[in-house]
């Protein structure tokens, strides 16, 4: 005779938590949160109020100094070297429905599985934390990053900081990839010189080359920036400053660049270098970016960006950063509540020059 599996035993058991109520693993947070809490890291307060974010930047001086021999005439001019950058606010929200009998039954349980209302709070952090920095790697649009009209606007990128010809975004630099932008900021590169990032390309043909391969580009590259590097890797991870300062580059440029620093790893000498396994450039971190695997390189022809967040960093609008709204749903749904949180910010780049961009030609 052929007996029940189990019989009463799933009615007479139950199953357990494995932890408790209040951890909730969430899977959903990307990869890491490096970009954007590294710009926030400072001592200057990083919420301003007003319409739009303006700043003054003097990009050249009016050249006055010259040498002279006694009872000189002299002509003075007047020096008119400020410039304005303009950032209008982007607005940005996420939410979460909370039903009241989901809650209430959820609260009442001692034996519940997970905290129902902690997990949408978490969720909806974890949302708007992902929005922040999926923006920072958005493709560049002019008629939504750059646009001067008073309606919502997405924030700039940084890809709009940093081209292959120090330029504004466009289709032949890296830039854009629908209408070519003739302002950065409210400001023209084409015409304002001093407000390029620095470039240098590789010859993709040889790229380990010591003169004209991927190596010899990046010590252009820290020299045109004035990248500040550190004597070993324990510096960089003590200092805030230079924590500001990395290198990113698609998943490609990573196995492409660890293959150049194996092709010229000099084995007489001692073996000190982490790169090989933590890619570095003289102790600055070389960080793969998801975005940037989608960014159209040519496989084995990378670019890699050097950023200094100490002249790039996102201002928020100081009373409207995770803003909390409760809106009920009215006569018809009592008991369904929508929680909203809205953070209104943009990006600055308050200096172009210290930004740098290597690439394949």
Not at 38 to 59: T, Y
Not at 325 to 338: E, F, H, L, R, Y
């Amino acid at each position: 005779m052929a007996l029940l599996n189990h019989a009463d035993f799933l009615a007479a058991s139950r199953d357990t938590r494995v932890v408790d109520k209040g951890t909730l693993l969430n899977e959903a947070t990307k990869n890491n949160y490096f970009f954007f809490s590294r710009m926030m890291k400072s001592s200057e307060k990083k919420f301003r109020g007003g319409n739009k974010l303006v700043d003054r930047i003097q990009g050249d001086t009016a050249g006055s100094f010259s040498f002279y021999s006694p009872n000189d005439e002299f002509s003075p001019t007047q020096a008119d070297t400020l410039k304005s950058i303009e950032v209008n606010w982007a607005f940005a929200q996420s939410h979460y429905v909370l039903i009241k009998e989901t809650a209430a039954l959820n609260q009442g349980d001692s034996n519940a599985y997970l905290d129902y209302i902690k997990s949408l709070e978490q969720g909806c952090v974890v949302d708007t934390i992902n929005g922040l920095e999926d923006a920072l790697w958005a493709t560049p649009v002019t008629a939504t990053m750059e646009s001067t009209a008073a309606d919502p606007v997405i924030p700039y990128s940084l890809l709009c900081f940093n081209t292959q010809d120090g330029l504004a975004p466009s289709s032949t630099n890296g830039g854009a990839t629908t209408s070519d932008w003739t302002t950065l900021q409210q400001l023209n590169p084409s015409t304002e010189s001093w407000y390029r990032n620095k470039f240098k390309s590789y010859a993709v043909t040889t790229p380990d080359d010591p003169d004209s391969g991927l190596i010899a580009a990046m010590d252009d590259i820290v020299l045109q920036t004035r990248f500040d590097l550190p004597d070993a890797m324990n510096k960089y991870t003590e200092s805030e400053d230079l924590q500001k300062m990395c290198i990113t580059t698609s998943r490609d440029g990573i196995v492409f660049y660890k293959a150049r620093l194996r092709a010229l790893n000099d084995r007489m000498e001692q073996l000190r270098d982490p790169a090989i396994t933590g890619p570095q450039f003289q102790g600055v971190p070389i960080i793969w970016v998801a975005a940037l695997d989608d960014a159209g390189w040519t496989d084995n022809q990378p670019d890699y960006l050097f950023w200094n967040f100490n002249f790039i960093c996102p201002f928020f609008h100081t009373d409207m950063y995770m803003d909390e709204k409760i809106v009920d749903g009215g006569a018809k749904q009592p008991n369904s509540t929508v929680v909203y949180k809205f953070s209104w910010y943009n990006l600055i780049c308050r200096s172009r020059r210290r930004q740098g961009r290597v690439f394949g030609a």
